[in-house]
């Protein structure tokens, strides 16, 4: 269990730049999530996958964003012309989806600056 | 819909002080409720988690008890100590376990 792996830590990127984000979760854990974490605040859902499927996305997902895990296994979460409002720290984790009381795993996050 | 309130912060202890930090949720069903601890500069780690009614999460001399009749989840500490500060978090997951709701973190200080 080598945990939840996230690329890059920081990222400073100017307003209307494209930002990729990747993350690489425990390697049996079948569902990935990403979270969205602003100063002072708790971790907010954006959205998840299972396998490759992704099964939900939050309204908080503007068309800006799209995230994809090919092969069900590392993802990758895209920001198109990203805005200063975008400026958060994106988390990953992921879990097994095996029944009750499987909790989440997380990695260290990408912090996300925009100018 | 399911959420998740905690108090607020900031919350400074001197060492060997007792610690309880409220969180209370409202859930459909019944859902499992967790604690979370995210140290500077590191991302969130498990602290402890319950299942069902009842159910008494402890991890490292923090305890929480699953309570559904006041729908609650408080997490305490007979004794903190410095290294315990960090912002905690409360979670949970509802029956079906497809997302999870955090609320907005406390954070601890404690003084030597």
């Known amino acids: 269990d080598t945990g939840v792996s996230q690329d890059p830590r920081h990222k400073i990127t100017k307003r209307g730049q494209n930002v990729t984000f990747r993350c690489d979760p425990i390697s049996e854990h079948n569902r990935l999530y990403w979270y969205r974490q602003t100063l002072g605040q708790g971790p907010e859902f954006l959205t998840y996958f299972q396998n490759e499927a992704q099964l939900e996305k939050s309204r908080l997902l503007s068309d800006r964003f799209s995230a994809e895990r090919p092969k069900g296994s590392f993802s990758t979460l895209e920001i198109q012309r990203t805005e200063q409002g975008d400026s958060a720290m994106y988390l990953c984790a992921s879990s097994l989806a095996r029944g009750g009381g499987s909790p989440l795993h997380f990695g260290n996050g990408t912090r996300l600056t925009v100018t | 819909g399911d959420s998740v309130t905690q108090m607020e912060g900031p919350v400074t202890l001197s060492e060997e002080a007792f610690l309880t930090i409220n969180c209370t949720y409202t859930?459909?069903?019944?859902?499992?409720l967790f604690w979370y601890v995210q140290y500077p500069g590191e991302g969130l780690q498990l602290l402890l988690k319950?299942?069902?009614?009842?159910d008494k999460g402890s991890n490292k001399g923090f305890e929480a008890t699953y309570r559904k009749e006041t729908t609650s989840f408080h997490l305490e500490k007979g004794s903190v100590q410095v290294s315990d500060s960090a912002v905690y978090f409360c979670?949970?997951?509802?029956?079906?376990?497809?997302?999870?709701?955090f609320g907005s973190g406390t954070k601890l200080n404690v003084k030597p």
């Open positions: 859930a459909t069903g019944y859902p499992s």
């Open positions: 979670a949970l997951s509802p029956y079906n376990f497809n997302k999870f709701y």
């Open positions: 319950a299942t069902k009614a009842d």
